[in-house]
């Protein structure tokens, strides 16, 4: 009766090998699901290493900055709230509001009233992305500081950490503030962060962002690392400022004024 | 037996309540999903065409898998085009893609999802499709 040391030992042994390694085995000899699919990027997708722009506040005109908002938040299913609780991609603002490190106390009439366009900077150093604890916003290899809204948990640190104030909070439901709903774009949901996102969508298609589209040539953008491209060119040839420079977020959205 | 009586009634009330999901059912099972693909995009396609970017049975079994694949893919990755295992490529979009096809979402995706009891929360930011009227979307080319 009972059993000796040995055959104990033996079965063990035999019942820790086959706990250890028995389900992987299984997995393995189990087909994969989806053995022969394949991802790939869309062929026709405009690519760069760092994307930026170079707004050319001479040629705007606040007709056009409402022309370039209201393209932006059309497309994107942006809401209008109109109360303290608004959530918005771009949008305007004053020289002063905008630049407050330029400490020169006299400027120019003109600069003083201009309506400046401002959106997400898509700095290359986002503190927005250095907070986020989800990793819902990230920064893309081609520099878009991007997000995944299906991570984000709504916790705003990322809006605490903007220095630019890109970033919306939706405090309720947005769907009934969104007039024409775009049903080539999602919406999004009561407790989560958005801002713009350089319209990943569109690169990914082969266009332009949408308010470049809409622009007459007043924004321009393109790949910083390119020393050829047009917004190289286009700070090659003028004289241009960032907003808030001296935070080193490295802010990818150029002003030439 | 003290109290016989009462405790015999207590037990077949207890036993009555505690059956009470079981024989209050009886005869009324729940109707079988029958989810409906005859939807105008799809009636259009040639009979040879109708097919969905995998065979029916793994979709039936591993299209969370896949929605959460592509999600993946397309956000983080920025890969949008999905090469299915007979060598066609499909645009991964839930919105674009799959619901143009689709567009019947109550009979297509609530049939089951209702009788699992499942409840993916796609639809709080993804738009589903209008199913009775269409709604026309003017493109920003038109408007600018």
């Known amino acids: ?257 | 037996m003290y109290d016989g009586g009462k405790i015999i009634t207590g037990l077949v009330v207890f036993i009555g309540l505690v059956t009470f999901p079981l024989w209050s059912n009886v005869g009324k099972a729940a109707k079988k999903p029958d989810p409906k693909i005859d939807t105008p995009v799809i009636q259009q396609l040639p009979e040879k065409e109708r097919k969905c970017i995998e065979p029916k049975a793994l979709m039936q079994a591993e299209h969370m898998k896949i929605l959460n694949d592509w999600r993946d893919a397309v956000v983080r990755d920025g890969n949008r085009i999905y090469v299915s295992s007979s060598g066609k490529s499909f645009n991964m979009s839930l919105q674009k893609e799959c619901m143009n096809c689709h567009s019947n979402k109550k009979k297509f995706c609530d049939e089951c999802h209702n009788y699992a009891d499942v409840k993916p929360y796609c639809w709080t930011c993804h738009i589903e499709p209008k199913e009775k009227e269409k709604v026309a979307w003017a493109s920003i080319e038109e408007n600018s």
């Open chain 1, 1 to 257: 009766m009972g059993i000796n040391r040995r055959e104990f030992l033996k079965i063990a042994g035999i019942s820790a090998v086959a706990g250890l390694g028995g389900t992987s085995a299984i997995d393995l000899l189990r087909r994969a699901p989806v053995e022969a699919s394949q991802v790939s990027p869309n062929p026709k997708a405009l690519t760069a290493k760092r994307w930026a722009m170079v707004v050319d506040t001479r040629k705007l005109t606040e007709a056009d900055c409402k022309r370039m908002i209201e393209a932006c938040h059309r497309i994107h299913n942006v809401p209008d709230i109109g109360t303290k609780q608004e959530v918005k991609w771009i949008w305007t603002e004053e020289y002063k509001h905008a630049f407050p490190d330029d400490m020169n106390e006299f400027v120019s009439d003109e600069v003083k009233h201009k309506p400046f366009l401002m959106l997400c900077n898509h700095c290359d150093q986002p503190a927005c992305v250095r907070v986020c604890p989800t990793k819902a916003t990230y920064k893309r290899a081609d520099g878009i500081v991007m997000m995944d809204m299906h991570r984000c948990i709504g916790c705003r640190f990322c809006m605490a950490a903007c220095p630019f104030g890109a970033r919306s909070f939706n405090f309720g439901d947005p769907r009934p503030y969104v007039k024409e709903e775009n049903p080539k774009y999602p919406t999004r949901m009561r407790g989560v962060v958005e801002k713009c996102t350089f319209c990943t969508e569109r690169l990914a298609e082969g266009l332009m962002p949408a308010c470049v589209e809409v622009s007459n040539g007043a924004l321009i953008f393109g790949d910083l690392d390119d020393p050829n491209s047009e917004v190289r060119q286009a700070l090659r040839s003028n004289y241009s400022i960032r907003r808030k420079p001296n935070l080193g977020t490295q802010p990818c959205v150029y002003y030439i004024v």
